[in-house]
């Protein structure tokens, strides 16, 4: 079982062993059992700079998915070893946006003969490839916690923004944050010629956003705030902005992972919360916040946990860290060198937006 006491006395004993080889990084949509042993805990942008700022770790134990595994591993040097405890834990998101469909976009942008002006900002959540793609072309990445500065540094640089791979990030960033209309929004679909759109609508549009969404966060619906609403009077709405449009203009507020921990630290005893995010990551945030009288709900009872967010269990924990106690090296996740020198441009210029 994955409580199992004798599992905790394996990981604690493999993991004392390594010492300061090994640093253990944790997203907070990690499972209890895993999130004990991550040396650090953050979303996808804390999870960057801190994997950058372990030059002493000879292994950096990824626990979450395989985007943010190859991210530090762009951003350590060469000799330091990412490893991902389950090579099976991927984003379903990130797989909405491949190498070639981005480069086929790329030549419907060059036809329509806007590509010049166009600036790709890609989420962190996308493979090693695209974000290669999008350094390649003057692109920065974003993640939920900078897209604002992100697509205001992009219109800097141009006057249109190609958006990876989650529509919903970067519409609800343009409209919310940056005053942008829905009508200034095109949704570019990968599996349709031209992306179904003409070159009309491409020339007219500031935003073109991929067809992309999160199975998890997709799933809340504009009923499952009204409901809430309903249930607990005066309650909070709490979403991430990978949330449906419709859903994160009802909340009351929005934000990135860290974002909704902060909220709910700084949140007064006796107030009500509902959140939109993954499932771990709000019963940890509702267990931890009780004793403080604070009353932590999830947004909807239909929506479940990252199925691959879960992939990662003490089970597989334990089978990396004694490995890598053993001198065994499991599960590296290593990016060529070619692709890491663009993708590596662009995660520097978000890391270096103001
Ligand atoms: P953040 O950690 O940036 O909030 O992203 C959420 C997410 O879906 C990660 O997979
Ligand atoms: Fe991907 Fe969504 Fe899971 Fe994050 S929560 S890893 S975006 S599927």
Redesign the pocket.
């Known amino acids: 079982s994955p409580s199992d006491p004798d599992l905790v006395a394996r990981a604690r004993a493999a993991k004392e062993k390594l010492g300061d080889k090994v640093f253990v990084l944790g997203?907070?949509?990690q499972r209890d059992e895993v999130i004990q042993f991550a040396d650090v805990t953050g979303?996808?942008?804390k999870l960057a700079k801190d994997a950058a700022a372990r030059p002493e770790a000879e292994y950096i134990v990824f626990c979450g998915?395989h985007f943010m595994a190859e991210s530090a591993d762009i951003l350590t040097s060469d000799d330091q070893k990412v490893v991902l405890p389950d090579l099976a834990a991927g984003?379903s998101m990130a797989d909405m946006a491949t190498a070639e469909q981005v480069a086929e976009c790329w030549d419907v942008l060059t036809e329509a003969g806007i590509a010049e002006q166009v600036v790709p900002v890609s989420y962190?959540?996308s493979s090693a490839d695209i974000k290669a793609f999008t350094g390649k072309h003057g692109g920065t990445i974003c993640?939920?916690?900078n897209a604002q500065r992100a697509l205001e540094w992009a219109f800097e640089q141009g006057e249109k923004i190609l958006f990876l791979p989650d529509q919903h990030l970067g519409r609800n960033t343009a409209v919310r944050d940056l005053g942008l209309s829905l009508e200034d929004c095109v949704l570019y679909n990968p599996h349709k010629p031209n992306g179904g759109l003409t070159a009309e609508q491409l020339r007219d549009a500031k935003m073109i956003l991929w067809r992309g969404h999160?199975s998890v966060?997709g799933r809340f619906s504009l009923e499952s705030v009204e409901d809430v609403r309903a249930r607990i009077p005066g309650v909070n709405v709490l979403v991430?902005p990978?949330c449906r449009h419709e859903v994160v203009a009802a909340a009351d507020y929005v934000g990135?992972?860290?974002y909704i921990i902060k909220a709910l630290e700084a949140a007064p005893a006796g107030s009500k919360w509902a959140i939109g995010t993954?499932l771990n990551l709000v019963r940890r945030l509702a267990n931890r916040f009780a004793p403080e009288g604070k009353e932590i709900v999830f947004l909807d009872k239909t929506v479940c946990f990252?199925s691959t967010?879960n992939r990662i269990d003490l089970p597989h924990l334990v089978w990396t860290l004694e490995s890598l106690a053993e001198g065994k090296l499991v599960n590296r996740i290593e990016v060529d060198q070619e692709t890491e020198a663009f993708a590596k441009l662009a995660l520097e210029r978000m890391l270096a937006l103001p």
């Open positions: 997203h907070h949509y979303d996808s942008f998915v984003c962190m959540n993640t939920s916690s999160c966060h991430h990978e990135s992972t860290e993954e990252c967010m």
